[in-house]
């Protein structure tokens, strides 16, 4: 008889977008999520906020690495946080990292954590570089104001990813950790899309007016540090942005197919699963 208890996995970011759906996939197979955040998870997180981190650990072998969000400067935060992990006996990461994250401009810290793994001896890693979700067009990170998106892109494409394709890519990861050591996925979605197209696409599924505009991208990143994102964070919205106008936006890979064994969920797909948030759609007061 087997009195073994099912592996632990801490999954930060537990409420956020990718990170509750994994959870619910690790639950479906045979790993126990517990779910970290400031709020409404299963144990509190906050990074800045060390007294909350070893008990989340309290168990853990596993761990679905959520860096700050909203910050470019977070690398030796993280550090700590992971020598924590480490000694309280957390053997695997996988880390939600960002497409082309080698090209992070200087001062970003993306790729001092893919380093900062790679470098460890006392846990095996997998590094998730994910394209712009496609959430991003429903849950106000790309704001839908009278019917128009207003996104700086010069035309340029993206292969928009669904964050529940990088939970499924996430989930094997964690579920099979040696299976994945050290490998790096780029998670894309199947298409590389102009902004307009993916308007159209959400137009034709929601039967709504559904538009995009582009916008210079000096105009639009001050809008965003005027709506409180913080003034740090505009580097890395020029660095987002500034890849799709210059053409070097992601392109569809094999990555999601690979992991996963299906192929990767369509824009269109994606708009018709979430109809129910474009058919209730109402234009903002002027």
Known sequence: MNNESPPLALVLGGTGRTGSLLADRLARRGVTPRTAARSGA????????????????AGVDRLYLVTPTLRVRYAAQVA?????????????????????????????DIAA??????????LTHTVLRAAWVMQNFVDGHIPLVDGVFTVPSGGGREAFVDAADIAAVAAETLLDPAGHAGAVYSLTGPQALTFDEAADTLASVSGQAVAYRDIDQETWISGALAAGVPAEYAVMLRWLTGSVITGHGATPTPDIEKVTGRPATTFRAFAERDAHAWTTITPEPK
Request: net charge negative; glycine share 8%.
């Open 42 to 57: 299963a144990v509190r997180f906050d990074w800045d906020d060390p007294a909350t981190h070893r008990g989340a650990l």
């Open 80 to 108: 700590a946080f992971l020598d924590l992990a480490e000694s309280e006996g957390v053997r695997h990461v996988s880390y939600l990292s960002v497409h082309h994250a080698e090209q992070a401009p200087a001062g970003v």
């Open 113 to 122: 954590v893919e380093a900062d793994l790679a470098s460890r001896h006392g």
